[in-house]
């Protein structure tokens, strides 16, 4: 729901029907996964089943690394239109424009649009070269969050001794961290 719109909660009866259904979804299916539902203007959860849990995320860790690439700009850590290469990371395939392309440097500006724009997985690996994954994730502790976590860089292939994904975390911490990001409040 959008901020402003009028809508009335769900009732009790419908609630749990819907959290029965995805109970039942979940068990049958042999997946666990984790749901929360609120009202943007509210801020009061209107539906919510295991929100704590921890899951698997994919690239939605890559909004952290731009979380905190933001924060090093806007503090003066890092230049903005500093270019950096392709070549600080090892070339990673799948998602993003970069691999592709016929220029070798890009600005840390351009490397955050990529990211955010593609899910562009070289601009993650060179930004996050230069970022640092110790001061992603110390921001991500200053933010509060404590299930949720850029784990590693982007790998075509993850070996035994590689984090078991990029990222972690959980429906409660992502759901506060989307909405706060809506409303300008991270950086």
């Known amino acids: 729901a959008r901020q402003g719109d009028d809508l009335e ?6 609630h749990h029907a819907v959290v029965r259904s995805l109970e039942h979804i979940a068990t049958s299916s042999g997946v666990r996964w984790s749901v929360l539902v609120h009202h943007s203007a509210q801020r009061t959860p ?4 295991d929100a704590d849990h921890v899951c698997a995320t994919a690239s939605v860790g890559k909004v952290l690394l731009l979380i905190a690439a933001a924060e090093l700009m806007e503090c003066g850590d890092i230049d903005a239109k500093a270019l950096l290469s392709r070549s600080d990371a090892d070339p990673v395939a799948d998602s993003g424009l970069w ?7 890009l600005s840390v500006s351009d490397l955050c649009t990529f990211i955010g724009a593609t899910s562009d997985n070289l601009a993650t690996n060179v930004l996050l070269h230069q970022v ?3 001061a992603v994730r110390s921001r991500t502790e200053d933010l509060g969050l404590l299930r949720t976590a850029l ?3 982007v ?5 035994p001794d590689d984090a078991p994904q990029l990222s972690v975390g959980s429906t ?5 961290l989307f909405a706060s990001l809506a409303r300008g409040e991270i950086v």
Do not use: F, K, M, N
Request: proline share 9%; charged share 25%; hydrophobic share 35%.
């Open 9 to 14: 909660p769900p009732s009790l009866r419908q």
């Open 46 to 49: 209107l539906l919510s089943v």
């Open 99 to 105: 691999q592709h392309l016929d220029v070798d440097r």
């Open 132 to 134: 640092g994954l110790p």
């Open 151 to 153: 784990l590693d860089l």
């Open 155 to 159: 790998r075509d292939s993850r070996g």
């Open 172 to 176: 409660a911490e992502l759901t506060w």
